[in-house]
C-alpha cells in the first residue's frame, strides 16, 4: 500500500486572511491542531480607524474598501504572536492560505523589486508604505459597479453568457467590474499597476518575496477566466480593461507550489528555508477543504460575515444566481455557491434591536416561538444582498388565517413590525428558507445527504435546530468553526503531499480511514426531525419566493 503519510514533526501553517481579521492554524503530521491565532483588525490595530475591517464611503453610494496597508501589518503582527509562541517555526514544512474572495490589490510600477529586497531588520508594514497604486483594496462587499457590471456582460453577449463562460454572471463585487471601475474612474491607477492581485495570491507574495500567480479556483470569482479550460478569457478581459492579461499574471492548480518562503521570514523569524508556500485560495474554497467535503450531495452552510453554501458536482450548471468554481481540492469536479452578504452582522443588528444584545435572549425567542412563526415572513437586509438582489430594508409579512397546514389560498399583508421574539425567528427562518430555495433551484439536493455547518454562528444550537428543520436533513459541525484556516493549513500539507510524490495525490489520502482521529473529525450536532414539519417548510418557502420574486420586481435590479 503507497504511503501517504507526512514527515514526523512537521508542522503545516494555514493563514485565513478574512474581512475582519487574520486567522492562524497549524496541523501537526497527525492532522491535529497545535497551534492557533488571531489578529482583529479593529481591536488590534485600530489606528487604521476600521469598523468590522472596512472603510464605508458615505460619498459614494456602495463603495466598500479595506486598507491594503492593513493586511500587511496584521500579517506582521500575526508572525510575531507565532514566533512569541511555543512553537518552533522551524518546523513548519508548508504553509498556505485563504483569503476573503474577490478582493483586490494593485502593486505600483516598481514594486517586485521591493517584494525581492525586503529588509529582515525591518517590519513589513514599514517597507510597503509605497508599493501600492491605491492604498485601499476593493473587496467583496462593495456594490458600486453595477454600471460595470452591464458593461462587461453586453460586451459579452449577456447576463448567462458570462455565467457560462466564467461560472457566474457579473456580480458588483467581482473582480472584473471592480477592475473596470478603477480603468474608467481613475485610469492613472490603472496605468501605474503592474501587477493585480487577489488578497489570497497578495499573501502568498509577501511570503515569496515576489509575484504569486492567482490559483484558478480564485480566479473563477473574477469574471475574467474561462471555467471549462481554466485560462483567461479573451472576451472577458477585452470587455474589461486594456493590457488586463500582462497584469493578472499566470494561472495556477490550487494545490501547486507558489515558492519557497522568502528569506526574509528566514532570517526574521526562523523559518526553515525549505519551507514551500503553497498557492493561497479563497475563504470559501478553503472552507471546502476544512470541512472534507468531497462527495456530491453533501452540503456546507457557513455562517461568517457573510453567508454560503457549497458543495461539489461534476455536472455544473451555471446560471444567473450562484456561482460554480474549479474543484480546490481535485483536479476534476467543480465547487457550487451560493452567497449572502447579509450574514452574521445582520443576525448581530437584529440581536442588538430586538434581544437586548443578548444572545441568551436571542435564542430563547428563538426556542419559545413555534416554527413557521405563526405565518410571519421577514426579509432582513443591512447590506445591499446579492441573492436577492435586493437594496437595504426591512420587509415583514403576515399570512392572513394561518393554520400552520396550508398557504393555499392565505394572502400576505406587509406589516411594519413584529413582536421581538417572531422578529428574531422571521430572521433566521427567512436567511435559510431563502438558502434552501436558492440550492434547490440551482440544482443541489433536496434533501441534502447531510449538511457541515461552519463558521462562529455554527456554535449556537438554536441556529442549528432551524437548520435542521428546515432543510430536511442532520447538521454536523466541526471541532473548531473556523474552517478557512484549518482548510488552509491542510492544503498546505496537501501541497507538500503532492510535490513529495511528484504528481497529484486525492486530498483524501492523507486522512482515509483515520479522520476521527484528526482534527477534521465531524459531530453531529441536530438531527433532522418531523418530516411533516419539513413539507410545511416546503410550502413556506414557495411562498417567500414568490413574495422575493415581486421585491425584486419592484426594488431590486436586473
Excluded at 456602495?62 to 500579517?75: C, F, K
Excluded at 514566533?83 to 517555526?89: C, Q
Excluded at 471555467?227 to 501547486?256: F, I, M, N, Y
Excluded at 450562484?322 to 451560493?338: A, Q, S
Aim: glycine content about 8%; hydrophobic content about 35%; proline content about 5%.
Amino acid at each position: 500500500m503507497e504511503d501517504f503519510s507526512l514527515p514526523r514533526d512537521s508542522y503545516f501553517l494555514g493563514f485565513d486572511s478574512s474581512t475582519q481579521s487574520l486567522k492562524a492554524t497549524v496541523l501537526d503530521s497527525n492532522l491535529n491542531i497545535v497551534a492557533s491565532e488571531l489578529v482583529h483588525f479593529d481591536s488590534d490595530l485600530p489606528h487604521y480607524k476600521t469598523k468590522d475591517g472596512v472603510y464605508r464611503d458615505a460619498s459614494v453610494n456602495g463603495r466598500i474598501v479595506s486598507p491594503t496597508l492593513m493586511w500587511v501589518e496584521a500579517l506582521d503582527l500575526m508572525l510575531n504572536k507565532l514566533s512569541n509562541s511555543n512553537l518552533d517555526l522551524g518546523k513548519i514544512a508548508a504553509v498556505s492560505g485563504s483569503g476573503q474572495q474577490h478582493g483586490s490589490v494593485y502593486w505600483k510600477s516598481g514594486s517586485s523589486s521591493i517584494l525581492s529586497s525586503l529588509d529582515p531588520k525591518k517590519r513589513l508594514v514599514d517597507q510597503l508604505g509605497d508599493a501600492f497604486s491605491t492604498k485601499e483594496s476593493p473587496i467583496w462587499m462593495d456594490s458600486s459597479t453595477t454600471e460595470q457590471c452591464r458593461e462587461i456582460e453586453k460586451a459579452v453577449g449577456g447576463a448567462l453568457e458570462l455565467s457560462q463562460l466564467t461560472g457566474s454572471r457579473a456580480h458588483e463585487r467581482y473582480t472584473g467590474p471592480q477592475i473596470r471601475k478603477i480603468f474608467e474612474t481613475q485610469p492613472e491607477v490603472y496605468h501605474n499597476t503592474e501587477r493585480i492581485s487577489l488578497v489570497s495570491s497578495f499573501v502568498a507574495s509577501l511570503l515569496i518575496g515576489a509575484y504569486a500567480c492567482i490559483d484558478e479556483t480564485d480566479a473563477a470569482g473574477m469574471n475574467l477566466m474561462d471555467l471549462r479550460q481554466r485560462v483567461w478569457s479573451d472576451r472577458a478581459l477585452e470587455a474589461t480593461a486594456p493590457g488586463l492579461e500582462q497584469k493578472l499574471g499566470k494561472l495556477a492548480t490550487a494545490h501547486a507550489v507558489a515558492g519557497y518562503i522568502a528569506p526574509y521570514f528566514v532570517e526574521r523569524f526562523s523559518f526553515n528555508k525549505d519551507c514551500l508556500i503553497i498557492q493561497w485560495s479563497g475563504d470559501n474554497p478553503n472552507s471546502l477543504a476544512g470541512l472534507t467535503l468531497n462527495t456530491p450531495g453533501d452540503l456546507a452552510i457557513s455562517l461568517g460575515t457573510s453567508d454560503t453554501v457549497f458543495g461539489i458536482t461534476d455536472d455544473p450548471q451555471p446560471r444567473l444566481e450562484g456561482h460554480v468554481f474549479p474543484n480546490p481540492v481535485d483536479t476534476k469536479g467543480y465547487m457550487v455557491m451560493l452567497v449572502y452578504k447579509n450574514g452574521s452582522l445582520t443576525r448581530e443588528d437584529v440581536r442588538n434591536r430586538y434581544a437586548e444584545k443578548s444572545w441568551d435572549n436571542f435564542n430563547a425567542f428563538l426556542q419559545q416561538t413555534q416554527p413557521l412563526n405563526g405565518g410571519k415572513i421577514g426579509f432582513y437586509y443591512n447590506e445591499h444582498e446579492i441573492l436577492p438582489p435586493l437594496p437595504v430594508g426591512f420587509h415583514r409579512y403576515v399570512f392572513e388565517n394561518f393554520n400552520g397546514d396550508t398557504l393555499e389560498g392565505l394572502a400576505e399583508r406587509e406589516v411594519e413590525e413584529f413582536d421581538p421574539p417572531s422578529e428574531v425567528r422571521a430572521l433566521i427562518e427567512g436567511q435559510f428558507l431563502s438558502m434552501r430555495g436558492h440550492a434547490e433551484r440551482f440544482g443541489m439536493p433536496s434533501p441534502p445527504k447531510r449538511i457541515i455547518a461552519t463558521g462562529g454562528a455554527s456554535t449556537n444550537q438554536s441556529i442549528l435546530n432551524s437548520i435542521a428543520s428546515i432543510f430536511g436533513c442532520d447538521v454536523y459541525t466541526v471541532q473548531r468553526p473556523d474552517s478557512a484556516s484549518l482548510g488552509a493549513a491542510l492544503r498546505a500539507a496537501h501541497g507538500w503531499l503532492c510535490r513529495n510524490k511528484g504528481t497529484f495525490v486525492p486530498i483524501s489520502s492523507m486522512y482515509k480511514d483515520k479522520l476521527e482521529k484528526t482534527s477534521l473529525s465531524c459531530k453531529l450536532s441536530a438531527t433532522s426531525g418531523d418530516k411533516q414539519l419539513v413539507s410545511k417548510y416546503a410550502l413556506f418557502m414557495k411562498k417567500r419566493i414568490e413574495i422575493e420574486n415581486r421585491l425584486v420586481e419592484r426594488l431590486g435590479r436586473c
